[in-house]
Structure formats: structure tokens, C-alpha cells
């Protein structure tokens, strides 16, 4: 169970890290509406898990 908490951390780490990428360094606003073209943290989420296979 550590090591999926560990890896659930380091997806997490990722989607942030893609989230900064996508909205030029700006600080994450959870309660921002999305402008076109970027992606909601739910999305990012999604997508990540789905690439570690974690999720269908």
C-alpha cells in the first residue's frame, strides 16, 4: 500500500508539474475557470493515470 501511496505522489507531482508547464509558470488557482486550450486538473489527472496504466 506505501508503494501505491508513493506512486499516487509522484502522478500527482507530475500533473502539477504539467499544469505549471501548460499555464506558463503561473500559480495553480483551483477555483480558475479554464481558458481554451488548457486542461482542468481532473483531466491532467485522468490522463497521467491512465499512462501508469493505474486506471482503465
Given amino acids: 500500500m506505501d508503494s501505491l501511496a508513493k506512486r499516487f505522489r509522484e502522478v500527482l507531482a507530475l500533473g502539477y508539474n504539467q499544469f505549471k508547464s501548460r499555464n506558463n509558470?503561473?500559480?495553480?488557482?483551483?477555483?480558475?475557470?479554464?481558458?481554451?486550450?488548457s486542461l482542468s486538473w481532473w483531466s491532467i489527472l485522468d490522463t497521467l493515470l491512465k499512462k501508469q496504466?493505474?486506471?482503465d
Avoid: D, F, Y
Fill in 25 to 37: 509558470g503561473m500559480s495553480v488557482n483551483e477555483n480558475a475557470t479554464p481558458s481554451a486550450g
Fill in 53 to 55: 496504466k493505474l486506471v
